[in-house]
């Protein structure tokens, strides 16, 4: 388990959309935890709660309407050095090369071109991807994509890497596989991790942590410790611990279900 002062804290933080009808959708209602410095939190949450607009607000992407973001004590007003994202989508530029789509971010960052290309070649090892670099992410498949993705994110070297959903849209066995090349990259690098998820037994496998969020206007509903050691593998799945975990939050994601329909 992580100790120690909070990285990131989040301090009741609002949220409000205008709606076309000139109204307001709530979606975020004080939502209030903190990151402690290289800890991996996950936030689960059911579909539409918000999870991936904290993550943006997080991030600095996107404004809040009440209370407050900081990292190291300072607001977080707009996107900075220390922060890199990985979205679900991908979001790979079609007509470049692996190593350039790598690469992008630190030529955003004015980076010297060869410091740049070894910057990339080292992330790209990093997610076993280096023979891959003069490809094209069409020829790639979906799995392959997203460690491009991620070897993108680490290769500006962030101290927190926010991840949305980022296996979301992948088979079984490659989202497996992903996870745990995520588990051992944080092992390696110790990253801040803050990780977007609706898959329950994700969020036990990967985190230290688990912030459960419910339905829109979303609220964090509880805070759910991770008391597993950090040398996972796939076997922990299978541990009575883990299981009781994932059965917990399993119940507390059914009961809001069963809360909505009650209440239609």
């Known amino acids: 388990m992580t100790t120690g002062a909070a990285l990131i804290s989040?301090?009741?933080?609002?949220?409000?959309?205008?709606?076309?009808?000139?109204?307001?959708?709530?979606?975020?209602?004080?939502i209030t935890f903190d990151v402690r410095d290289r800890e991996f939190v996950s936030i689960l949450g059911p579909s539409g709660c918000g999870k991936s607009t904290l993550l943006r607000i997080i991030d600095g992407l996107t404004p809040y309407d009440g209370g407050s973001v900081a990292?190291?004590?300072?607001?977080?007003?707009?996107?900075?050095?220390?922060?890199?994202?990985?979205?679900?989508?991908?979001a790979l530029l079609p007509w470049a090369t692996v190593l350039d789509n790598v690469s992008f971010p630190l030529e955003a960052r004015g980076v010297r071109s060869a410091e740049r290309r070894e910057q990339a070649m080292a992330a790209l090892e990093r997610v076993g991807l280096a023979?891959?670099?003069?490809?094209?992410?069409?020829?790639l498949s979906?799995?392959?994509?997203?460690?491009?993705?991620?070897?993108?994110?680490?290769?500006?070297d962030p101290r927190i890497l926010l991840m949305d959903e980022p296996f979301g849209a992948l088979d079984a066995l490659t989202r497996t596989f992903l996870q745990d090349e995520l588990l051992n990259i944080w092992s390696r690098d110790r990253k801040t991790v803050v990780f977007v998820t609706h898959a329950i037994d994700e969020a036990v496998y990967l985190?230290?942590?688990?912030?459960?969020?419910?339905?829109?206007?979303?609220?964090?509903?509880?805070?759910?410790?991770?008391?597993?050691?950090?040398?996972?593998?796939?076997?922990?799945?299978?541990?009575?611990?883990?299981?009781?975990?994932?059965?917990?939050?399993?119940?507390?994601?059914?009961?809001?279900?069963?809360?909505?329909?009650?209440?239609?």
């Open 131 to 139: 023979d891959f670099a003069d490809h094209y992410p069409r020829t």
């Open 142 to 156: 979906g799995g392959m994509q997203q460690r491009v993705g991620l070897a993108r994110a680490l290769a500006v």
């Open 207 to 264: 985190s230290d942590r688990v912030v459960v969020m419910s339905p829109r206007p979303g609220r964090v509903a509880e805070i759910v410790e991770v008391p597993i050691d950090r040398d996972r593998g796939a076997d922990v799945r299978d541990t009575p611990e883990f299981n009781e975990l994932v059965g917990h939050l399993r119940r507390v994601l059914r009961d809001f279900v069963q809360d909505e329909d009650s209440a239609a």
């Open 10 to 30: 989040v301090d009741r933080v609002d949220k409000f959309y205008r709606t076309r009808g000139g109204g307001e959708l709530h979606a975020l209602d004080q």
């Open 71 to 90: 990292i190291d004590g300072q607001r977080v007003t707009a996107p900075g050095p220390d922060r890199a994202v990985v979205f679900q989508n991908f």
